[in-house]
């Protein structure tokens, strides 16, 4: 079974930096892209950050210039250092994954996977 776990988030105050770990185990045959999307109470999920294997990464807006996104391939991990934090980064931010997965020793059509989400919280 493929799992997508994060780890990282938690309460800082306004101008303080948070750093978002995620990673993914399990029969995976290969990762496509790996990124972060957040979501507040009563809201839709909003993209915030990917990267492919290969392509530079692309960021919402509203976080370009503060956040980074990084990926080990060889470990099949992201990362989301964020920095400059606001209170409307508040939120829960959700590690996702283009993943194609080994099902019964074969490769098997991509999809996408989620983790569990972990909440950030900017408040002073």
């Known amino acids: 079974q493929v799992q997508l776990e994060e780890s990282g988030g938690g309460l800082v105050q306004p101008g303080e930096s948070l750093r978002l770990s995620c990673a993914a185990s399990?029969?995976?045959?290969?990762?496509?892209?790996m990124g972060w999307y957040r979501q507040v109470t009563g809201k839709q999920r909003e993209f915030v950050a990917a990267?492919?294997?290969?392509?530079?990464?692309t960021y919402t807006a509203s976080v370009k210039g503060r956040f980074d996104i990084s990926r080990d391939n060889a470990k099949n991990t992201v990362s989301l250092q964020m920095n400059n934090l606001t209170p409307e980064d508040t939120a829960v931010y959700y590690c996702?994954?283009?993943?194609?997965?080994?099902?019964?020793?074969?490769?098997?059509?991509?999809?996408?996977?989620w983790g569990q989400g972990t909440q950030v919280t900017v408040s002073s």
């Open positions: 990267k492919t294997q290969t392509a530079p990464p």
């Open positions: 996702f994954a283009t993943i194609l997965p080994v099902v019964r020793g074969i490769r098997s059509n991509a999809s996408d996977y």
């Open positions: 399990g029969p995976i045959f290969r990762i496509h892209t």
